[in-house]
């Protein structure tokens, strides 16, 4: 049984929201009452999965590469133009890359997963963030991991990523203090998503085995701290790492 938290009216980007958590989030926000915008590298996943979610509300997909500032600019004009505003944005997409050891990890795979995971948050938010200014609303939510508070080692591309994601909260959420705009972090731990398909068998093992809980977060679970964090009702919170990894990290 899940509680309302209210999104009525409200039109939210979500990132990466083809499948996995990005697509938990659209499912939570607008079961929430919200207008949802996937902005995915995929176009036909991002259509299919908007398709698939109508009959839960109105979502609509655009194609957009986080990592191309472009492409973010694109998306945005297109969004706007077609729903008029953007209220919230999550910063979920993003990519594991592969498992090794920091002194031979592949030049061109270290700088893909922070173009993508750092550079494509960075990217969203300065093409947003001037539309939330002008409106003095927003609500920024930032997909980070445990990995970041962490620093899982084998993947320290990954892990200083989503650490550098978190430090872009902290920043942005004092620069727009000022504002009722809102930008918080969550840190997941290990979810069942293709995300995990990079990762050996042995390696996923390892990680659970960290979590006291001993499961994996469910994808639900993620999507309803995301919801919160992008209701009117997160109002002072800002700059902040909201923890979900089931008691492994405590801070
Ligand atoms: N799965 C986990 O265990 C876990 C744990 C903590 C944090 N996270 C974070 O959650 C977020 C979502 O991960 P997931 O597990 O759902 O992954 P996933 O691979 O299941 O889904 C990622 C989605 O992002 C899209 N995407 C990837 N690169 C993109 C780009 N450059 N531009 C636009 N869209 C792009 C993909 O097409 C896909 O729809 C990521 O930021 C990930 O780091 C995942």
């Not at 000022?178 to 290990?190: E, H, K, L, M, R």
């Amino acid at each position: 049984m899940t509680s309302r938290i209210d999104l009525e009216h409200r039109i939210a980007v979500v990132t990466g929201g083809g499948k996995g958590i990005g697509r938990a989030i659209c499912e939570r926000f607008l079961d929430s009452g919200a207008t949802i915008a996937i902005w995915d590298r995929d176009p036909a996943l991002a259509a299919r999965t908007a398709t698939e979610l109508k009959g839960r509300g109105p979502a609509f997909a655009f194609q957009v590469q986080v990592e191309d500032y472009g492409s973010v600019e694109r998306g945005r004009d297109a969004t706007l133009k077609a729903l008029g505003r953007i209220d919230i944005l999550v910063n979920n997409a993003g990519i594991g890359g592969p498992i090794g050891d920091t002194f031979d990890y592949p030049l061109e795979a270290w700088r893909r997963v922070f173009a993508v995971n750092l550079d494509g948050a960075f990217h969203c938010c300065r093409a947003l963030v001037p539309h939330m200014i002008a409106g003095n609303y927003g609500r920024i939510v930032n997909i980070a991991s445990i990995a970041g508070k962490e620093g899982n080692p084998r993947m320290a591309a990954y892990s200083a990523s989503k650490a550098a994601l978190i430090a872009l909260t902290k920043s942005l959420g004092k620069e727009l203090a000022g504002y009722d705009i809102a930008v918080n972090c969550i840190t997941p731990s290990s979810a069942k998503t293709d995300l995990l398909k990079d990762f050996t068998a042995d390696f996923v093992k390892t990680m659970l085995a960290k979590v006291p809980r001993g499961r994996f977060v469910a994808l639900e679970e993620i999507a309803a701290m995301a919801a919160f964090c992008a209701s009117s009702e997160c109002s002072f919170t800002t700059g902040a790492v909201f923890d979900i990894s089931g008691g492994r990290a405590t801070y």
